[in-house]
């Protein structure tokens, strides 16, 4: 699709910007690649309830988040739940980093969506070194990495019966000794020194260690928790082995400084490759949108994409609002641009691919942009008459419809449009309702077809009210006597403004 083409655009043109433009002092590899920019009002003015405002304030408190630059890696780091991948695959894992720069990741996989029937387990032993600040993705390390050794335990026969045939195909003869499974035997997949290598047929990747960001936050009571997140994982099965990750997945904690309770936690730092992790039952909770739903997080999307999203559903009539806050900076505190779009949707029924998931379709029929900074005008105002509202009239601050020009052509934007969703509900460690929607397509491309609808999830929601009021605009105007305005490069605004539909639901 067009956007696909263009994210890989921008992303060069990113680079090539970075490159002439940024100013770097000295030769030193962690000055993170940024433009200057002046001192900035991140103090919005909030209108939505105690909840909501809380929870946007809290993403927005930057002494409460510090990042580890550069990052210290030493230690054990663990999965805090089940994970879901695109496939999908459902996993847990456990890595570990020594001070001699080695490293073993223990990657164990689940035949259900709860990780409690376990299929087989990953061991995978190699060299980490740390390289320099990414150009690509702000914030993040960028290393070089080398997998000396990767080994598979199966749970079962039908497991290694399942696998073994995958393998076979790339890899004839897999496993060498007899074929039987037995118990706690290793049957080695890949080893640098032999040349061995029968990877392909699990679509198995390490490139995720190639992207990594730790952070340190400190929660109440002075309790520290330290998290790494590390490269994401292609939504496309084919592309996964060649994937230079521009984004993260979901992180892992420290297993010394961790969210409490934390029962995953506990069980995962006591497994190993033979006695993988058995997940506690989690309950089968109903699927109500009903509310209002806010990122815990500042998010990160592939291709560079910093934001926060805010959902309002109305159950009885169906229809959605949602709010993409667009950011410069990994920590959200630099808006660029806002989206605000809604239309209705339909329940499916229950997910025949992914356990535990639901499937819906998504209309969209209405949309606004708001630009919140000058490169974001700039790129706006040079659009086509009758492609993206009402050309040339495209002011720092102000909402402008697109439903009238069906779209916005500048964005990738068209309406109306349908997208095929993935949703489902859980609890989190303090017992409050989260909402995973599907993660968007890596390329950038919209799941508008079934054959498209995700098989894996975004960041959670966390419900900040159950009742449904009219929304205002967090992320848009300062208080009145501040400065709102930011001098970002427009290189730098077109890599966000460019990628929107990677965020879209």
């Known amino acids: 699709m067009m956007l696909a083409h263009l994210a890989h655009l921008?992303?060069?043109?990113?680079?090539?910007?970075?490159?002439?433009?940024?100013?770097?002092?000295?030769?030193?590899?962690?000055?993170?690649?940024?433009?200057?920019h002046p001192q900035v009002n991140t103090t919005v003015k909030l209108q939505w309830e105690p909840q909501c405002q809380f929870q946007l304030?809290?993403?927005?408190?930057?002494?409460?988040?510090?990042?580890?630059?550069?990052?210290?890696?030493?230690?054990?780091?663990?999965?805090?739940?089940?994970?879901?991948?695109?496939?999908?695959?459902?996993?847990?894992?456990?890595?570990?980093?020594?001070?001699?720069?080695?490293?073993?990741?223990?990657?164990?996989?689940y035949r259900d969506g709860g990780c409690r029937e376990p299929a087989y387990s990953l061991t995978i032993k190699g060299k980490l070194r740390l390289r320099q600040a990414s150009w690509i993705t702000r914030g993040a390390t960028e290393t070089d990495h080398h997998v000396n050794k990767v080994g598979i335990v199966f749970h079962s026969q039908a497991a290694m019966r399942e696998l073994a045939g995958r393998i076979n195909l790339t890899c004839p003869g897999f496993p060498s000794r007899g074929g039987r499974?037995?118990?706690?035997?290793?049957?080695?997949?890949?080893?640098?020194?032999?040349?061995?290598?029968?990877?392909?047929?699990?679509?198995?990747?390490?490139?995720?260690?190639?992207?990594?960001?730790?952070?340190?936050?400190?929660?109440?009571?002075?309790?520290?928790?330290?998290?790494?997140?590390?490269?994401?994982?292609?939504?496309?099965?084919?592309?996964?082995?060649?994937?230079?990750?521009?984004?993260?997945?979901?992180?892992?904690?420290?297993?010394?400084?961790?969210?409490?309770?934390?029962?995953?936690?506990?069980?995962?730092?006591?497994?190993?490759?033979?006695?993988?992790?058995?997940?506690?039952?989690?309950?089968?909770?109903?699927?109500?949108l009903q509310g209002k739903w806010v990122s815990?997080?500042?998010?990160?999307?592939?291709?560079?994409?910093?934001?926060?999203?805010?959902?309002?559903?109305?159950?009885?009539?169906?229809?959605?609002?949602?709010?993409?806050?667009?950011?410069?900076?990994?920590?959200?505190?630099?808006?660029?641009?806002?989206?605000?779009?809604?239309?209705?949707?339909?329940?499916?029924?229950?997910?025949?691919?992914?356990?535990?998931?639901?499937?819906?379709?998504?209309?969209?029929?209405?949309?606004?942009?708001?630009?919140?900074?000058?490169?974001?005008?700039?790129?706006?105002?040079?659009?086509?008459?009758?492609?993206c509202g009402e050309a040339g009239s495209w002011t720092l601050g102000e909402e402008q419809d697109i439903t009238g020009t069906q779209g916005c052509a500048s964005l990738g934007i068209t309406l109306p449009h349908n997208e095929y969703e993935l949703f489902k509900t859980q609890l989190d460690h303090k017992q409050r309702p989260l909402l995973f929607i599907g993660e968007r397509p890596t390329d950038g491309s919209s799941p508008d077809r079934p054959e498209k609808r995700p098989t894996s999830y975004q960041a959670p929601l966390v419900q900040c009210a159950g009742t449904v009021e009219t929304a205002a605009r967090h992320g848009q105007r300062s208080q009145p006597g501040r400065a709102s305005m930011l001098t970002a490069t427009p290189w730098a605004t077109l890599l966000g403004v460019s990628l929107y539909l990677l965020a879209v639901l």
């Open 10 to 36: 921008v992303q060069i043109l990113s680079v090539a910007w970075a490159l002439e433009v940024l100013p770097i002092s000295g030769s030193k590899l962690w000055d993170v690649p940024s433009a200057p």
């Open 181 to 288: 499974w037995a118990p706690g035997r290793v049957y080695e997949l890949y080893n640098s020194k032999s040349g061995r290598d029968c990877r392909a047929g699990l679509g198995f990747s390490m490139l995720e260690l190639g992207l990594l960001r730790v952070e340190k936050q400190q929660h109440p009571q002075r309790r520290l928790v330290e998290e790494l997140f590390l490269g994401d994982v292609h939504t496309d099965w084919a592309q996964r082995m060649n994937y230079r990750p521009t984004g993260y997945q979901r992180p892992l904690q420290s297993a010394m400084h961790h969210i409490h309770p934390c029962p995953a936690c506990g069980i995962i730092y006591r497994s190993n490759e033979h006695q993988p992790p058995i997940l506690p039952r989690q309950p089968d909770l109903p699927l109500e």
């Open 296 to 387: 815990r997080e500042c998010e990160v999307r592939p291709a560079v994409l910093f934001l926060t999203r805010y959902f309002i559903f109305q159950e009885r009539s169906r229809s959605w609002e949602g709010y993409y806050h667009h950011y410069s900076d990994p920590a959200c505190r630099q808006p660029t641009f806002t989206v605000h779009a809604s239309g209705r949707y339909v329940r499916g029924p229950r997910s025949a691919a992914v356990p535990g998931g639901t499937d819906f379709v998504f209309k969209v029929t209405h949309a606004k942009v708001t630009a919140l900074d000058r490169a974001s005008v700039l790129m706006l105002n040079t659009s086509e008459e009758g492609t």
């Open 57 to 109: 304030r809290h993403l927005q408190d930057g002494a409460r988040i510090t990042a580890l630059v550069p990052p210290q890696l030493e230690g054990n780091w663990v999965s805090t739940g089940c994970e879901v991948r695109p496939g999908p695959e459902f996993l847990t894992r456990f890595y570990t980093f020594y001070s001699n720069r080695l490293f073993k990741a223990l990657q164990f996989y």
